[in-house]
């Protein structure tokens, strides 16, 4: 698995050369065409909400990925790990299924105490939501999906110092839509989906959609012949779009999932250091092996998440008044081995280590927003209040048995440790921004957001055992408040309608918080510090061609100052010493790349879509971990290069329809684990294929679909915790293929 391959070279001034001659050739073209007029085989408009008001995606002098419905569907998007693999510089691991760890731009958090937050935020409708494992909801039924990358802290404010992503519920009208889906398919998957929407009485409309998603597991456990990895989600979502009169719109959304899962496997991949000589014997060589597991139990990982909001909007002549109010509740159970591998208590040539994880975690929120916003000839203005109250609670128990080497003596030794951990958090902001038309072309855009979160944290901690118990029991009740300024100041430059340059500068905040599992009362206490993003980004926005090609570009440079991280630390790297959870601000870090996002309809029949992103993301500052200067290391999953391109061609067979095949490729470069960045660490690039082919009646109410995805069953890690020269690593999604289909009656 871990042996290095030599991987494809990226010819980054070939792309450089090739995007400044479609610039050269076409400049003229672009000139002369003073209308944006879509042909009959035109790309997708798609309008997007990323600035707080409705713009065409071309418009926004922002890096933002903005997937449709339509793309959503085609592509078989059905999670956050989906349209990762379609939006540049961004990528995602799952530690489980309720801990997903979103990155942008080399930024993000694997940080899971409950006095942290993420640096990469998820709205659902608007609605910030705060626990990561009530952002792994289902997409289905959408109206887009925007990933704006890069610091957001005027518009979002809270916590989006590494970008953000909205996801958009479709909205009902007076057109009364119905659609039937079902999926069948390898480990026993299937699928359901409904949705139906319309009108309900004069000037209100309502819409309904539920899914269900079930599979077999990716693994096995060996002990039990339980499945692992495998998936039941069931969710709901619903819309209800009130229009009093021509002036005031009332639209209450709410939306629930209960997931269900078996474990996760994980399997010691690789193998090195001091566990080498001693662990090689017991550990199969063959890979497809990996998804085997030999554990007590088959573990669970269980979600329970639910949201209510009301956003209400009203035209007062030339200003619009909007309030968001919402609640979310999110709980998540899991219990897991670790290690995955076999310990039989007394046989000292067994696996030395049973490491169970228990946590049980809830968060509730409310949030309240009020904007008003504006615009006149010359000026289009937002401005507003934001306040949100989050109250979480997090028991994680760590359920250990040590036996030779790693015990100190020669027996099967159980040590039990809990941290109860609650915090509350009282967040505040203020913003505002303003957008000037100097003139017809160019545009200044000025923003600034206050921010204040307050947090009051409490850690409860116990240890039982034969050893280690000297620091435990102890108890800390601790209270801190973090503010910031956050501007923003943005230039764009329209060269003609189908050419938009813009330079912008943006700072992020992240508040600091507590680390949920320290082994000392004086680590309890102490509080990490916020961290700060500073965003230098120079990009271009185009179309040619009567709308056939699409070529964005962007390219930036961010200095992060007191970025939080999460260590596994052997802090004597001696395997008998259990290794130590350390958070830490990891003092500054630069982050600089290019990225490259390429829509084309080459004809009517023949769609191509390319996204590239190059990044380099590293430790620009001293930073010292057990003696070692980490300056100059990579950042966590901060891949250098990652590239997909998508194709599809459709044949049209007159009264019986048309057919189409669709092939998407992905390709992500190899990237660390740790900061470390010590070979254990490091996960080997891989690439994906998908392909599918789908046949569409004439009249456009059935559709039948047959895919596969990872066509070529390439095995890579998922998620990997490194451990003094080895790890523990879980694997991604193997083959699969399905039939789906849909039906359309109206």
Same mark, same amino acid.
């Given at each position: 698995?871990?042996?290095?391959?030599?991987?494809?070279?990226?010819?980054?001034?070939?792309?450089?050369?090739?995007?400044?001659?479609?610039?050269?050739?076409?400049?003229?073209?672009?000139?002369?065409?003073?209308?944006?007029?879509?042909?009959?085989?035109?790309?997708?408009?798609?309008?997007?909400?990323?600035?707080?008001?409705?713009?065409?995606?071309?418009?926004?002098?922002?890096?933002?990925?903005?997937?449709?419905?339509?793309?959503?569907?085609?592509?078989?998007?059905?999670?956050?790990?989906?349209?990762?693999?379609?939006?540049?510089?961004?990528?995602?691991?799952?530690?489980?299924?309720?801990?997903?760890?979103?990155?942008?731009?080399?930024?993000?958090?694997?940080?899971?105490?409950?006095?942290?937050?993420?640096?990469?935020?998820?709205?659902?409708?608007?609605?910030?939501?705060?626990?990561?494992?009530?952002?792994?909801?289902?997409?289905?039924?959408?109206?887009?999906?925007?990933?704006?990358?890069?610091?957001?802290?005027?518009?979002?404010?809270?916590?989006?110092?590494?970008?953000?992503?909205?996801?958009?519920?479709?909205?009902?009208?007076?057109?009364?839509?119905?659609?039937?889906?079902?999926?069948?398919?390898?480990?026993?998957?299937?699928?359901?989906?409904?949705?139906?929407?319309?009108?309900?009485?004069?000037?209100?409309?309502?819409?309904l959609s539920l899914s269900t998603r079930n599979r077999d597991g990716f693994s096995k456990n060996l002990t039990t012949g339980g499945d692992m990895d495998d998936l039941h989600n069931h969710s709901a979502r619903g819309m209800l779009r009130i229009l009093p009169n021509d002036d005031m719109e009332l639209t209450i959304s709410a939306d629930y999932m209960v997931g269900r899962?078996?474990?996760?496997?994980?399997?010691?991949?690789?193998?090195?250091?001091?566990?080498?000589?001693?662990?090689?014997?017991?550990?199969?060589?063959?890979?497809?092996?990996?998804?085997?597991?030999?554990?007590?139990?088959?573990?669970?990982?269980?979600?329970?998440?639910?949201?209510?909001?009301?956003?209400?909007?009203?035209?007062?002549?030339?200003?619009?008044?909007?309030?968001?109010?919402?609640?979310?509740?999110?709980?998540?159970?899991?219990?897991?081995?670790?290690?995955?591998?076999?310990?039989?208590?007394?046989?000292? @040539?067994?696996?030395?280590?049973?490491?169970?994880?228990?946590?049980?975690?809830?968060?509730?929120?409310?949030?309240?927003?009020?904007?008003?916003?504006?615009?006149?000839?010359?000026?289009?203005?937002?401005?507003?209040?934001?306040?949100?109250?989050?109250?979480?609670?997090?028991?994680? @128990?760590?359920?250990?048995?040590?036996?030779?080497?790693?015990?100190p003596v020669p027996a099967a030794l159980l040590r039990v440790t809990t941290h109860d951990q609650a915090n509350v958090t009282d967040s505040y902001a203020v913003f505002g921004q303003v957008t000037y038309a100097i003139n017809d072309d160019l545009n200044l855009t000025g923003g600034l957001r206050w921010s204040k979160d307050e947090k009051v944290f409490t850690n409860d901690?116990?240890?039982?055992?034969?050893?280690?118990?000297?620091?435990?029991?102890?108890?800390?009740?601790?209270?801190?408040?973090?503010?910031?300024?956050?501007?923003?100041?943005?230039?764009?430059?329209?060269?003609?309608?189908?050419?938009?340059?813009?330079?912008?500068?943006?700072?992020?905040?992240?508040?600091?918080?507590?680390?949920?599992?320290?082994?000392?009362?004086?680590?309890?206490?102490?509080?990490?510090?916020?961290?700060?993003?500073?965003?230098?980004?120079?990009?271009?926005?185009?179309?040619?061609?009567?709308?056939?090609?699409?070529?964005?570009?962007?390219?930036?440079?961010?200095?992060?100052?007191?970025?939080?991280?999460?260590?596994?630390?052997?802090?004597?790297?001696?395997?008998?010493?259990?290794?130590?959870?350390?958070?830490?601000?990891?003092?500054?870090?630069?982050?600089?790349?290019?990225?490259?996002?390429?829509?084309?309809?080459?004809?009517?029949?023949?769609?191509?879509?390319?996204?590239?992103?190059?990044?380099?993301?590293?430790?620009?500052?001293?930073?010292?971990?057990?003696?070692?200067?980490?300056?100059?290391?990579?950042?966590?999953?901060?891949?250098?290069?990652?590239?997909?391109?998508?194709?599809?061609?459709?044949?049209?067979?007159?009264?019986?329809?048309?057919?189409?095949?669709?092939?998407?490729?992905?390709?992500?470069?190899? @990237?660390?684990?740790?900061?470390?960045?010590?070979?254990?660490?490091?996960?080997?690039?891989?690439?994906?294929?998908?392909?599918?082919?789908?046949?569409?009646?004439?009249?456009?109410?059935?559709?039948?679909?047959?895919?596969?995805?990872?066509?070529?069953?390439?095995?890579?890690?998922?998620?990997?915790?490194?451990?003094?020269?080895?790890?523990?690593?879980?694997?991604?999604?193997?083959?699969?293929?399905?039939?789906?289909?849909?039906?359309?009656?109206?």
């Amino acid at each position: 698995m871990h042996t290095h391959t030599k991987k494809p070279k990226f010819k980054t001034l070939l792309l450089a050369a090739t995007i400044s001659q479609i610039y050269a050739v076409n400049a003229q073209e672009s000139k002369a065409e003073t209308s944006a007029n879509e042909s009959d085989h035109g790309i997708e408009k798609i309008i997007v909400t990323s600035e707080r008001r409705a713009q065409s995606l071309q418009d926004v002098p922002v890096a933002v990925t903005a997937l449709s419905s339509k793309q959503l569907h085609d592509n078989g998007t059905f999670d956050l790990d989906s349209i990762s693999n379609q939006t540049p510089s961004f990528t995602m691991t799952e530690y489980g299924v309720g801990e997903p760890q979103l990155f942008i731009r080399g930024i993000g958090s694997t940080i899971d105490s409950i006095g942290a937050d993420s640096s990469v935020a998820v709205f659902i409708d608007e609605v910030y939501v705060g626990r990561s494992a009530g952002a792994t909801s289902e997409i289905f039924d959408l109206e887009r999906v925007e990933v704006l990358r890069g610091p957001q802290g005027t518009l979002y404010g809270k916590n989006v110092v590494g970008g953000a992503i909205n996801i958009i519920s479709k909205k009902p009208t007076e057109d009364f839509d119905i659609s039937l889906e079902g999926t069948l398919g390898t480990y026993g998957q299937q699928d359901i989906r409904a949705a139906v929407r319309g009108s309900l009485a004069e000037n209100v409309f309502g819409s309904l959609s539920l899914s269900t998603r079930n599979r077999d597991g990716f693994s096995k456990n060996l002990t039990t012949g339980g499945d692992m990895d495998d998936l039941h989600n069931h969710s709901a979502r619903g819309m209800l779009r009130i229009l009093p009169n021509d002036d005031m719109e009332l639209t209450i959304s709410a939306d629930y999932m209960v997931g269900r899962a078996n474990g996760n496997a994980r399997h010691m991949d690789p193998i090195g250091g001091p566990f080498a000589p001693l662990f090689s014997s017991i550990v199969s060589p063959n890979p497809r092996e990996r998804r085997h597991a030999v554990d007590a139990g088959d573990g669970n990982q269980d979600r329970d998440i639910w949201g209510i909001s009301a956003n209400f909007a009203w035209q007062l002549d030339d200003v619009t008044f909007n309030s968001i109010t919402a609640y979310r509740d999110t709980a998540y159970s899991v219990f897991v081995d670790v290690t995955g591998a076999e310990f039989i208590a007394g046989d000292f @040539t067994s696996f030395p280590l049973r490491f169970n994880q228990i946590v049980d975690q809830s968060a509730a929120q409310f949030s309240q927003e009020f904007r008003l916003s504006g615009e006149t000839d010359t000026l289009n203005w937002v401005t507003g209040l934001y306040y949100l109250r989050e109250d979480g609670k997090r028991i994680e @128990t760590s359920d250990q048995t040590f036996q030779p080497p790693l015990a100190p003596v020669p027996a099967a030794l159980l040590r039990v440790t809990t941290h109860d951990q609650a915090n509350v958090t009282d967040s505040y902001a203020v913003f505002g921004q303003v957008t000037y038309a100097i003139n017809d072309d160019l545009n200044l855009t000025g923003g600034l957001r206050w921010s204040k979160d307050e947090k009051v944290f409490t850690n409860d901690a116990t240890r039982t055992g034969a050893f280690g118990l000297a620091a435990f029991p102890f108890s800390v009740a601790e209270s801190k408040s973090w503010d910031a300024f956050t501007p923003r100041l943005s230039l764009d430059y329209r060269l003609s309608q189908d050419l938009m340059f813009y330079g912008t500068y943006s700072k992020g905040f992240k508040s600091g918080g507590w680390d949920g599992q320290p082994v000392t009362v004086e680590a309890a206490r102490e509080s990490f510090d916020p961290e700060y993003a500073n965003n230098f980004e120079i990009g271009t926005k185009t179309q040619w061609f009567n709308n056939r090609l699409r070529l964005n570009v962007s390219t930036y440079m961010i200095d992060y100052t007191d970025l939080q991280v999460q260590q596994l630390l052997d802090l004597d790297n001696d395997i008998t010493t259990p290794p130590v959870k350390v958070i830490s601000n990891a003092g500054a870090v630069e982050s600089k790349g290019v990225e490259v996002e390429i829509q084309a309809s080459l004809s009517s029949a023949w769609r191509l879509n390319t996204n590239y992103s190059y990044l380099d993301s590293r430790v620009s500052d001293d930073l010292f971990e057990a003696g070692i200067n980490l300056k100059g290391n990579r950042t966590t999953h901060s891949p250098r290069h990652s590239l997909s391109i998508g194709t599809s061609y459709t044949f049209e067979l007159g009264d019986n329809g048309s057919t189409t095949l669709r092939a998407n490729w992905s390709f992500q470069d190899e @990237t660390y684990f740790l900061l470390t960045n010590t070979p254990e660490t490091l996960r080997d690039d891989f690439a994906l294929l998908d392909l599918s082919a789908s046949w569409l009646s004439a009249d456009q109410t059935w559709e039948v679909k047959a895919w596969m995805k990872n066509v070529k069953d390439e095995l890579y890690w998922g998620h990997s915790i490194p451990l003094v020269g080895s790890g523990f690593s879980t694997y991604g999604a193997p083959r699969t293929a399905g039939l789906t289909v849909t039906w359309y009656p109206l």
